[in-house]
């Protein structure tokens, strides 16, 4: 079956560009994260929706990051003014239900400010 | 507020020598661990969990991990190496299972022949 899918799987943007990374979940699956993954480190918590509702937000860098799900299924990680900063593989994953522990991870995108 | 350690940011086991990952975590309520592993341009794939129920879980590809809760450490461990083991190992903790998830920096996994 499909997995969760992420598009583009690479984007570079000139500082300052505005950028939008997609996420398409398991069909089906309630809950929807976001991570931020820096060269060489691990995962960093950026947000979490339960269907549509945005339910964690703590872990935006700055309000220049915006995260949307508006129907309950597809994702949008939206980065404003990028920054050189910004740059690392941004990863999706979903979950079944609210009481599912295993995330299933999308690939990731690769964002590269220059 | 919960954090992950992860001892050694390369490990090095030769082909069909025991495999050890060691992870620490910090949690001010029980915690629910896991181990992912990332292979190159990848996304992660969950190799075990911890729930709160057996302390020794067992996992995918043959690796365990036990839960200690007085060293408050969950290492990953595998009796015998295979060269498709080599990849990035990340530990990581949740206070209420289903919320977002908080990684160690990672390992990497290295198999010499």
């Known amino acids: 079956g499909a997995g969760v899918s992420q598009s583009p799987r690479y984007k570079v943007a000139k500082r300052g560009q505005d950028v939008a990374l997609r996420c398409d979940p398991i069909?089906?699956?309630?809950?929807l994260f976001w991570y931020q993954q820096a060269l060489g480190q691990g995962p960093e918590f950026l947000t979490y929706?339960?269907?549509?509702?945005?339910?964690?937000k703590s872990g935006l860098p700055s309000d220049r990051f915006f995260a949307e799900r508006p129907e309950g299924s597809v994702s949008t990680l939206k980065i404003q003014r990028t920054q050189q900063e910004d740059s690392a593989v941004y990863l999706c994953a979903s979950t079944a239900d609210r009481v599912s522990y295993e995330q299933y991870f999308g690939p990731g995108t690769r964002l590269t400010v220059t | 507020a919960q954090s992950v350690t992860q001892l050694g940011s390369h490990v090095s086991v030769s082909e069909g020598a025991l495999v050890l990952l060691r992870c620490n975590y910090s949690?001010?309520?029980?915690?629910?661990l896991f181990w992912y592993v990332q292979y190159p341009n990848q996304g992660l794939q969950l190799l075990l969990k911890y729930t709160s129920a057996a302390t020794l879980v067992k996992g995918i590809n043959g690796f365990e991990a036990e839960f200690k809760k007085s060293e408050t450490s969950f290492h990953l461990t595998k009796p015998s190496a295979h060269m498709s083991d080599a990849a990035e190992y990340f530990c990581?903790?949740?206070?209420?299972?289903?919320?977002?998830?908080?990684f160690g920096k990672g390992t990497h996994l290295i198999i010499q022949p």
């Open positions: 929706f339960q269907n549509e509702a945005q339910l964690d």
């Open positions: 069909s089906g699956h309630v809950s």
């Open positions: 990581a903790v949740s206070v209420a299972g289903a919320d977002g998830l908080t």
């Open positions: 949690s001010s309520v029980p915690p629910y």
